[in-house]
């Protein structure tokens, strides 16, 4: 066990070379994430998605939330407890747009934005 109280392997697999692998999962309805998530890609169609941040992580967690189809439907993303970015949930509207977020021991922050397009 780590000091986030979930098994490394489950949630990081360190390959040679200097390879890190990271879980992805994929949902399409509301989700709640937990310990071992790191990547959320989301398909909204034409509803909204609601993905909660994991409840009590480690200070310093990161995990990434994204976009990926074109429907209309929006991600609303929003902490377990704290705020993002000082509001009560950030929201992704655009075909692959997403956020990295940062947990600070009691709120998340975004670190870095997901672009639709890679310049």
């Given at each position: 066990m780590s000091e986030s109280g979930i098994t490394p392997a489950a949630?990081?697999?360190?390959?040679?070379a200097g390879q890190l692998v990271?879980?992805?999962?994929?949902?399409?309805?509301?989700?709640?994430?937990v310990a071992g998530d790191s990547t959320v890609l989301v398909t909204t169609a034409a509803g909204a998605i609601a993905i909660t941040l994991p409840a009590a992580p480690v200070t310093g967690r990161v995990v990434w939330v994204k976009k990926v189809d074109a429907g209309a439907g929006t991600v609303v993303i929003t902490p377990a407890a704290g705020t993002l970015d000082g509001a009560a949930s950030q929201t992704l509207?655009?075909?692959?747009?997403?956020i990295m977020v940062q947990f600070d021991g009691a709120n998340w922050w975004t670190i870095a934005e997901i672009a639709p397009t890679i310049l």
């Open positions: 949630a990081v697999t360190a390959l040679g990271l879980p992805v999962t994929a949902k399409a309805a509301n989700y709640p994430m509207t655009g075909q692959n747009t997403g």
